[in-house]
C-alpha cells in the first residue's frame, strides 16, 4: 500500500499539468461553439475542408450540436491520452532507474511482482481518473447548451473508447520499460508508437486499399463517428483486451529477469 500512495504523489504534479491544460481547451472549444451553434453560412465554409478532416478521423455529422462538436474536436482527446498513457506505463517502471532509487526498492522484503502490480493499480487510477476528468470537463463547459440525452450517451460510449485507448497504450509503454535494457529508450519507444500509430490511422483513412491495417492501429478501435452512432464493435474491445492482456503478461515475465541499472 505504500508503494501505491508512493506513486500517486509522484506521478500526481504531471497529471494536474495534462489536466489543467485540457480543462483550459475544453473551455476554449465550448466558447468556439458558441459561433457555430447558429451560424450555419461557418458550418457550410468547413465542409470544403472535408478531406482534410477525413485524414484525421474526424466527422464533419451534426456540428450544429455538442455532441456532434465534440466529436469533430475528438482528436484533441484521444491523442492526448494515448501520449499520457504511453509515457505513464513507461515512467511508471523506469523512474526507479532513472532516480536511483530502484537500490533501494527492490533490497526491501518486497517481490518484484508486488511493485509491478503496485504501479500498475496506480497507473490504472490515473488513466481512469483522467477519461472521468476529461467528461466531466467536457460536460461543465458544454452544459450551458441544453444538453440532450443524445449528449450524455455520446459521453458514456466516449469515455468507454478513451478508458480503451489509455489502457492499450499505458500497457505498451509499460511493456517496453521491463523489456528493454536500456530503460531511456521505453520512453521513446512508446511516444513513438502513440504518434507513429496516429499517422498510419491519418493515412488509411485516405487510402482505402490500406484499410486492413485497422486491426493494429488502436486509434481506429473506437472510431469516434461510430462512438457518435452509439456503436462499439466486440471486436475492437476484444483486440484491446488482447493487445492490454498479452503486454501486462510480457511485464512479469521480463520484468522479473531484468537486470537493473543502478
Same mark, same amino acid.
Given at each position: 500500500?505504500?508503494?501505491?500512495?508512493?506513486?500517486?504523489?509522484?506521478?500526481?504534479?504531471?497529471?494536474?499539468?495534462?489536466?489543467?491544460?485540457?480543462?483550459?481547451?475544453?473551455?476554449?472549444?465550448?466558447?468556439?461553439?458558441?459561433?457555430?451553434?447558429?451560424?450555419?453560412?461557418?458550418?457550410?465554409?468547413?465542409?470544403?475542408?472535408?478531406?482534410?478532416?477525413?485524414?484525421?478521423?474526424?466527422?464533419?455529422?451534426?456540428?450544429?450540436?455538442?455532441?456532434?462538436?465534440?466529436?469533430?474536436?475528438?482528436?484533441?482527446?484521444?491523442?492526448?491520452?494515448?501520449?499520457?498513457?504511453?509515457?505513464?506505463?513507461?515512467?511508471?517502471?523506469?523512474?526507479?532507474?532513472?532516480?536511483k532509487t530502484a537500490e533501494?526498492?527492490?533490497?526491501?522484503?518486497?517481490?518484484?511482482?508486488?511493485?509491478?502490480?503496485? =504501479?500498475?493499480?496506480?497507473?490504472? *487510477? !490515473? +488513466? @481512469?481518473?483522467?477519461?472521468?476528468? %476529461?467528461?466531466?470537463?467536457? $460536460?461543465?463547459? /458544454?452544459?450551458?447548451?441544453?444538453?440532450?440525452?443524445?449528449?450524455?450517451?455520446?459521453?458514456?460510449?466516449?469515455?468507454?473508447?478513451?478508458?480503451?485507448?489509455?489502457?492499450?497504450?499505458?500497457?505498451?509503454?509499460?511493456?517496453?520499460?521491463?523489456?528493454l535494457k536500456q530503460y531511456?529508450?521505453?520512453?521513446?519507444?512508446?511516444?513513438?508508437?502513440?504518434?507513429?500509430?496516429?499517422?498510419?490511422?491519418?493515412?488509411?483513412?485516405?487510402?482505402?486499399?490500406?484499410?486492413?491495417?485497422?486491426?493494429?492501429?488502436?486509434?481506429?478501435?473506437?472510431?469516434?463517428?461510430?462512438?457518435? =452512432?452509439?456503436n462499439i464493435e466486440l *471486436? !475492437? +474491445? @476484444?483486440?484491446?483486451?488482447?493487445? %492490454?492482456?498479452?503486454?501486462? $503478461?510480457?511485464? /512479469?515475465?521480463?520484468?522479473?529477469?531484468?537486470?537493473?541499472?543502478?
Amino acid at each position: 500500500m505504500n508503494i501505491i500512495y508512493r506513486e500517486l504523489r509522484a506521478n500526481l504534479k504531471s497529471y494536474i499539468i495534462w489536466m489543467v491544460s485540457l480543462m483550459l481547451l475544453f473551455v476554449a472549444v465550448s466558447t468556439e461553439f458558441s459561433a457555430f451553434k447558429d451560424n450555419p453560412d461557418i458550418i457550410d465554409a468547413l465542409e470544403g475542408f472535408d478531406a482534410f478532416y477525413q485524414a484525421l478521423g474526424i466527422t464533419m455529422s451534426n456540428m450544429s450540436t455538442p455532441e456532434g462538436y465534440i466529436s469533430m474536436m475528438s482528436i484533441y482527446l484521444y491523442v492526448p491520452i494515448a501520449i499520457y498513457s504511453a509515457l505513464l506505463g513507461s515512467s511508471i517502471i523506469s523512474k526507479e532507474e532513472r532516480a536511483k532509487t530502484a537500490e533501494y526498492l527492490f533490497t526491501l522484503p518486497i517481490k518484484r511482482e508486488t511493485v509491478i502490480r503496485s =504501479k500498475m493499480i496506480v497507473g490504472f *487510477i !490515473y +488513466v @481512469l481518473s483522467f477519461v472521468l476528468v %476529461i467528461i466531466l470537463g467536457l $460536460t461543465i463547459t /458544454f452544459y450551458r447548451f441544453e444538453l440532450t440525452s443524445s449528449f450524455y450517451n455520446f459521453m458514456f460510449y466516449l469515455g468507454f473508447g478513451l478508458f480503451f485507448t489509455g489502457l492499450i497504450f499505458m500497457s505498451i509503454g509499460l511493456f517496453f520499460a521491463s523489456y528493454l535494457k536500456q530503460y531511456k529508450r521505453s520512453g521513446a519507444i512508446s511516444l513513438a508508437i502513440a504518434i507513429g500509430t496516429f499517422m498510419l490511422n491519418m493515412v488509411v483513412q485516405l487510402v482505402e486499399e490500406l484499410d486492413f491495417l485497422k486491426y493494429v492501429i488502436p486509434y481506429k478501435y473506437f472510431d469516434v463517428e461510430e462512438v457518435l =452512432k452509439g456503436n462499439i464493435e466486440l *471486436i !475492437y +474491445v @476484444l483486440l484491446s483486451l488482447i493487445i %492490454i492482456c498479452s503486454s501486462i $503478461t510480457g511485464v /512479469f515475465i521480463f520484468y522479473k529477469k531484468r537486470d537493473l541499472y543502478i
